[in-house]
């Protein structure tokens, strides 16, 4: 199977930025969970249809056996893709044949606040580590380090403390070194 090169992973560009915008618009944010291995096809659908949406992608290195190397940019979601929809084109996403469901974010503002963050940190290309299960912690925010700012859980683990940033509405999230960072009660 051929490795492809990196697409867009968000659109429009500046999506996340905007987001406190979004509510005035009349947007909603949602959930698509895609059928499987369709969350790409999805994306290359919503930029053709216009439609706003962030699919976290990292890179994963590999070699072949005879040695040769291949880069893979993956969902850091498997199954998931979030979308920035008007009311009206929710249907349009539907419609796509790449959607099992769409499903209501309750708190879009929160969830637009957590894409931020997970878009920020796929961005500086930190090594990632995708946590599925969410432990319990202590919620920390960041005050120096190159995460200044950042917040989330600590999570305890044989090679040193790590940062939990999660995906609340998913109850999934990824984790990033601590090293370097001084950290606050928040």
Known sequence: MPVLAREPDLFPEDLLEQFDAFPEAGRVWQVAHT????????????????IPFYLPLC??????????????????????????????????????????????????????????????LTESGAALVREPELQPGTPVRVTSGPFLGFEGRVVKRQSGDRLLILINYLQQGISISLEGCDIERT
Do not use: M
């Not at 969350?39 to 930029?47: F, G, N, T």
């Open 59 to 120: 890179e994963q290195r590999s070699r072949t056996p005879a040695g040769r190397r291949l880069t893979a940019w993956l969902p850091l979601f498997p199954g998931y893709l979030f979308v920035n929809a008007a009311e009206d084109q929710c249907t349009e996403v539907l419609e796509t044949g790449c959607v099992a469901r769409l499903l209501d974010a309750p708190d879009g503002r929160q969830l637009a606040f957590d894409l931020l963050q997970i878009h920020r």
């Open 35 to 50: 059928l499987p291995r369709r969350e790409k096809e999805l994306a290359r659908r919503l930029i053709r249809r216009e």
